[in-house]
């Protein structure tokens, strides 16, 4: 992969640098969408953070920067986004982090995450959020949130609710950001029947 662009942008208060190739997604700027979708977001210092689906790393290196790098996960399935995000952590200074390799959440072992954070596709069908949301939900600690931006509403609201059972709808620009808390260990009108169990397995540098 050749990196071919630089970014040197200032998100909240934090400096950040990025390395990216023509061949990822929003190589040139930082992504209006995330930008709006960050701003939405108030990280805490006991957060454990999941950026699914990193890109270069912009929403894991931002969290890492606030909350430590120890406590920050970042997985994509493409092999090009993987290695620019492990030169972006290594340029921001944050490379206590966990970066993976995985298809969805195949790699990642790792449960009890206060933060999933995703800015999904707009433009495919919807069987990636799908799995993000119903999959999502098992691997955040009860009282965790999962947000994501999008421009689409009904089908993200109506399934977030039929998981969740409920969420929350900032509109900001032309964004829509969904956050929905986890509040029980069961999917919304599950009753006492579990949601799929997920091996509770912690990643040593967790």
């Known amino acids: ?6 970014i040197h942008a200032k998100v909240g208060d934090i400096d950040l640098r990025f390395e990216t190739a023509a ?25 454990r953070v999941l950026d699914f689906g990193c890109a270069y790393g912009l929403v894991g290196i931002y969290a890492a920067k606030v909350v430590g790098a120890h406590r920050v996960w970042m997985l994509d399935n493409d092999p090009a986004a ?4 492990l030169r972006n952590v290594t340029l921001n200074e944050v490379t206590g982090v966990t970066v993976l390799l995985s298809n969805a959440f195949e790699n990642l072992h790792e449960v009890g995450f206060t933060k999933i ?17 119903e999959k999502g939900f098992n691997r955040l600690a009860v009282g965790g949130t999962l ?4 421009k689409r509403r009904r089908w993200y609201e109506n399934k977030l609710k039929s998981i969740f059972g409920g969420c929350r709808v900032r509109e900001v620009e032309s964004y ?14 599950m009753g006492s029947r579990s949601a799929t169990a997920v091996p509770r397995r912690r990643d040593a540098r967790g």
Not at 82 to 85: H, N
Not at 117 to 133: A, D, E, T
């Open 117 to 133: 954070i995703c800015n999904p596709p707009y433009h495919v069908n919807f069987s990636l959020p799908k799995l993000l949301i």
């Open 82 to 85: 993987i290695e620019c995000t």
């Open 176 to 189: 829509l950001v969904f956050e929905a808390v986890k509040k029980s260990a069961n999917y919304a009108g």
């Open 23 to 47: 061949e990822l997604f929003s190589p040139r700027k930082l992504d209006r969408g995330t930008l709006a979708m960050l701003s939405c977001i108030h990280f805490e210092p006991a957060d």
């Open 1 to 6: 992969m050749r990196l071919s662009h630089a």
């Open 147 to 150: 947000y994501l931006v999008t």
